[in-house]
């Protein structure tokens, strides 16, 4: 006879707890709006309310890195630096799979300085077993991380947004390193210039989108590879408030703010909504997703598999337990 000596709510010692999502933050102690590289950025407007906007961002970030960490995140510092404003946007640093990091090459070049100091910090987590390999982007390529290169761990799939940031070439380089399928898709509406802000794949398989922000043939390829029953549409109130820029962990998504429509779309399929006051970082075209990076993201073909070993770096969704695929 077996006796099982598991309290009830204990997992046997044999089943070791999920490792925590792990997120990268950087604090806003440099974020401004000093330059215009989106149709979003209105450095004047900043400089009018500057005192009140960076108190709101303040507060407003550190109120994110506590939602998250509430919902069981564990959150990794980059260090801020003065000059480098956008540096709070660490969904751009990299796109990072099964302990890879591929490091950003940004478009613009307000934004290039912020490349060597992110390859420093991902060098930095690599040292601590956090990451197996750092990659930089080949020459001439530019690809803004996984602000548009969003994974879709359900499906295989990453969603590659071209046309404002990176360049369709990047999809061959993200395939090459990481061994998944890459589905590039053009965005052609410029307030949606990265494709987190205008498509979040949920941990249920469903997909919050912004129709407009793709071409009618980008329509069909969503509709095609994810169906129209599990395509959420964001309304366009929310779309411009950058909703579907969202974090989404298990059954939480965390936003900026979200219209009664689109909250009630998410709770009938079992997602709990959490705004956070992080409107300031849309006066920079920025919201939730971009202020965070995973480093814990699994592809189907690793998941179950720790990386650096077993320490506070393995961070694997072992087989069988609850979806926190994203
Ligand atoms: N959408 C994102 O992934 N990141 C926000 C980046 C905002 C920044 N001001 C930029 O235009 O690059």
């Known amino acids: ?23 990268i933050m950087c604090a806003p102690d440099h974020f401004e709006v000093s330059y215009t590289i989106n149709p979003w950025m209105r450095p004047d407007e900043w400089e009018a309310r500057r005192s009140e906007l960076s108190g709101a961002a303040a507060a407003g970030w550190s109120a994110l890195r506590r939602r998250l960490q509430q919902l069981g995140a564990a959150v990794e510092l980059v260090a801020p630096r003065s000059g480098l404003p956008d540096l709070v946007f660490t969904a751009n640093a990299a796109v990072v799979l099964d302990g890879k990091a591929l490091v950003a090459r940004f478009r613009h070049p307000e934004r290039r300085p912020e490349e060597p100091h992110f390859r420093r910090f991902f060098d930095g987590l690599a040292a601590r077993g956090l990451l ?15 602000g548009d290169c969003v994974h879709d761990a359900g499906r295989g799939v990453f969603f590659l947004g071209h046309g404002f940031r990176s360049d369709r070439e990047a999809a061959a380089v993200v395939a090459d390193l990481f061994g998944e399928e890459v589905e590039p898709l053009e965005l052609v509406d410029p307030r949606f210039y990265h494709m987190d802000t205008a498509l979040c794949p949920l941990s ?43 974090v989404n962990l298990g059954r939480d998504v965390v936003l900026a703010e979200a219209s009664d429509d689109l909250k009630a779309a998410l709770a009938e399929r079992g997602y709990s909504v959490h705004e956070v006051p992080i409107r300031s970082f849309g006066l920079s075209g920025g919201s939730a997703f971009c202020l965070t990076l995973r480093l814990d993201r699994r592809s189907n073909r690793r998941s179950g598999r720790p990386v650096g070993g077993t320490g506070p770096g393995a961070a694997a969704d072992a087989p069988g337990q609850p979806a926190l695929l994203d």
């Open 132 to 146: 197996d390999e750092v990659h930089d982007m080949p020459p001439g390529v530019c690809l803004e991380g996984a």
């Open 204 to 246: 249920g398989g469903e997909v919050l989108y912004v129709p407009g922000a793709f071409s009618a043939e980008g329509r069909g390829r969503l509709r095609e590879r994810i169906g129209a029953d599990r395509l959420i549409e964001v309304p366009e109130a929310d779309a411009v408030r950058l909703a579907a820029n969202a």
């Open 1 to 23: 006879m077996t006796i099982d000596v598991t309290a009830p709510g204990q997992r046997p010692s044999a089943q070791p707890e999920p490792a925590p999502p792990r997120i």
